[in-house]
């Protein structure tokens, strides 16, 4: 077990700058999650991690030491991929069995050793079963106990859950979570899911572009994005476009939001990012606010989302408690929208900064 | 449904008809000219007889033929193996326009006749050849090398003839292996000749045993080149066939010996289908 960090970590294909000098440390026994749209370069960084991608510059180091021109098979790191990677032609056992060998582990060792990997997933009972006679879920777990069972320095996840439904993606998620922090493995967790990443992670690095755009807990990620890419990334954002006023901005003629997290000057075009569960809604003249009409009502269990096409402007997503005072708004009613001046994320449009 | 049953009747009847005609119905006259008996006098008799696959099984001059054969075409296999899995590791590595290329000189050969093809080799390869004057001519050897009519020159024949079967059936096989799962050996700890022959020779073997057969089964029925490049003196299977049914007009003689080829043939795949179930228990078809 040990700590990771990336000093200036760059990839470059011909021209294209895939990773730019990224640097982070990820302690020991935390899960740092890479989050970002695909192309944000999220998968090379793992990747040369992993040994699997040459980096163009900079240095990789597992506590003291740097690993950056290692081979992937002297660099003690376990990887679960998204495509569950078994080996197809080995039983469940000789697969988890796999890397163990490789470190001179045999026999009665060699059993308890898999044995131990297989009870941590809950798959003892399936070791002589091949890959394909397993679901999707069994089979990542086996990918996960084998990558576990060599105790690697280093765990890294490769968008694990994007092949598994939502019910088992859950599921695996909780057992991820609790096999990580039983071993305290210091891991490095890539994904395209910011509830995935928020519900895992001790620290979220969000990347854009080959470039970190914040890196902090879910918490300081969510309530205090460091730009427009982040806001409007993370909760589930409305973006408009608007032009910066003194205090706030102005999304149409007359319809003017107060905001104090205006990062533009006034007078720009920006982008307003509003996150539909900020948004507080109540029929009109009982509250001040942004006047609209309710366009479409969509029920969606917990929540209810509406969309509300403000007079004279766009038309915003705005989700309240489907138990609360206003989950029974019909089609058509008069509302007006409110939503407090910390949460109105303002940033210049892009390519305009 | 009975109309789509006839129209299905009707669709394969033709290749049906061909079949047994063309095929099954000349195989059983074989079947039966191999059980009859022979002499020099009379020719072929109208009594049945194993004496034909006694005399071909019994007898070391035929015995000598057949394992000539089978190690002829072993020999064959494996140098297609090992030069055809480099080739075949290049196609699926390389860039798009090299790819095309390289499949398309690895399929043009089979455009040219075998005939000339061969000839090709005896140009290159005969004691006055290309080949014998340039090592001469260079100082590098004082007399001409032993390259044609006898079994390195067949060698060579055959495996330029029969290595595009291989290159092009171990490159689909290749290509079904994903990438993740070599990457997975390599971060266990396995270096890459180890990841080669525990990851991807064994889940390349169902294309591995399927090149083989194919080129196994070529190699030891193949007439033109062991004539051509062995020599009238240098016998395998097909050609001892051959001259049984043409030189000494023995044909019970032949069909016996041409069945024995079959027999063993089928008994191989057969033999490397049972290998093949086993070594892909887990590989979903």
């Known amino acids: ?353 | 449904m009975t109309q789509s049953r006839n129209a299905g009747l009707g669709l394969i009847g033709p290749a049906t008809v061909l079949i047994l005609a063309g095929f099954l119905a000349p195989t059983v006259i074989m079947a039966m000219l191999s059980l009859r008996d022979y002499s020099g006098m009379q020719g072929i008799g109208t009594d049945w007889t194993l004496s034909n696959y006694i005399n071909v099984l019994g007898d070391w001059f035929y015995l000598e033929i057949i394992l000539r054969t089978l190690a002829l075409g072993l020999i064959v296999t494996l140098l297609c193996l090992i030069l055809g899995f480099p080739l075949a590791l290049y196609i699926l590595r390389v860039g798009p326009l090299m790819q095309t290329t390289a499949i398309l000189l690895v399929i043009f050969p089979l455009l040219c006749n075998i005939v000339v093809r061969s000839f090709g080799w005896m140009v290159l390869l005969s004691p006055r050849g290309v080949i014998n004057e340039a090592l001469l001519g260079a100082g590098l050897i004082s007399t001409p090398l032993d390259l044609m009519f006898n079994l390195t020159g067949v060698i060579i024949g055959l495996v330029q003839i029969y290595l595009p079967f291989m290159v092009l059936l171990l490159v689909p096989a290749l290509q079904n292996i994903p990438a993740d799962v070599e990457a997975a050996a390599l971060t266990l700890r396995s270096s890459r000749i180890r990841v080669f022959f525990t990851i991807t020779v064994p889940l390349a073997s169902p294309g591995i045993i399927t090149g083989s057969i194919l080129v196994f089964v070529l190699s030891i029925s193949a007439l033109v080149t062991p004539r051509m490049l062995g020599g009238p003196t240098y016998r395998v299977m097909a050609t001892q066939i051959y001259d049984e049914f043409m030189t000494n007009l023995n044909w019970p003689s032949g069909a016996a010996l041409a069945f024995v080829l079959t027999f063993i043939a089928l008994a191989l795949i057969w033999a490397a289908n049972r290998v093949a179930a086993h070594l892909t228990r887990g590989i979903p078809a």
């Open chain 1, 1 to 353: 077990m040990t700590s990771l960090s990336l000093r200036s970590l760059t990839k470059r294909y011909d021209t294209a700058t895939i990773v730019n000098a990224v640097s982070f440390d990820v302690e020991q026994g935390q899960l740092v999650s890479l989050l970002g749209p695909s192309g944000c370069g999220k998968t090379t960084i793992l990747r040369m991690i992993a040994g699997l991608l040459e980096p163009t510059g900079g240095q990789i180091l597992f506590g003291e030491e740097d690993v950056t021109k290692l081979p992937a098979n002297r660099r003690n790191v376990g990887l679960v991929f998204q495509s569950y990677a078994l080996f197809p032609h080995m039983t469940v056992f000789e697969n988890v069995a796999f890397g163990l060998r490789r470190q001179g582990v045999k026999g009665v060792d060699l059993k308890t050793r898999v044995g131990e990997a297989l009870e941590q997933v809950r798959l003892g009972a399936l070791a002589d079963r091949f890959p394909r006679q397993l679901s999707g879920g069994q089979q990542q777990r086996v990918a996960l106990a084998r990558s576990v069972a060599p105790r690697p320095a280093i765990l890294l996840f490769d968008e694990p859950l994007s092949n598994l439904d939502a019910q088992l993606r859950e599921e695996m998620q909780i057992e991820i979570k609790r096999l990580q922090s039983e071993l305290k493995l210091t891991s490095l967790f890539v994904t395209h899911d910011q509830h995935e990443a928020m519900s895992l992670s001790d620290r979220i690095c969000l990347m854009s572009g080959g470039n970190i755009q914040q890196f902090a807990t879910p918490e300081e990620v969510y309530f205090n994005p460091a730009n427009g890419f982040v806001s409007g990334f993370v909760g589930s954002p409305n973006q408009l476009s608007g032009v910066a006023t003194e205090g706030g901005v102005e999304l149409a003629p007359g319809l003017r939001l107060a905001s104090n997290r205006a990062q533009a000057r006034p007078g720009g075009r920006v982008r307003v990012t509003l996150r539909q569960e900020d948004l507080a809604l109540a029929p009109a003249g009982q509250a001040p606010g942004l006047a609209g009409r309710i366009a479409l009502r969509i029920f969606e269990g917990a929540s209810v989302q509406y969309i509300v096409a403000l007079s004279g402007g766009p038309e915003v997503m705005a989700r309240v408690s489907s138990r609360g005072p206003q989950a029974d708004l019909p089609v058509g009613t008069e509302v007006v929208l409110s939503i407090p001046a910390d949460r109105v994320f303002v940033a210049p449009e892009e390519g305009a900064a």
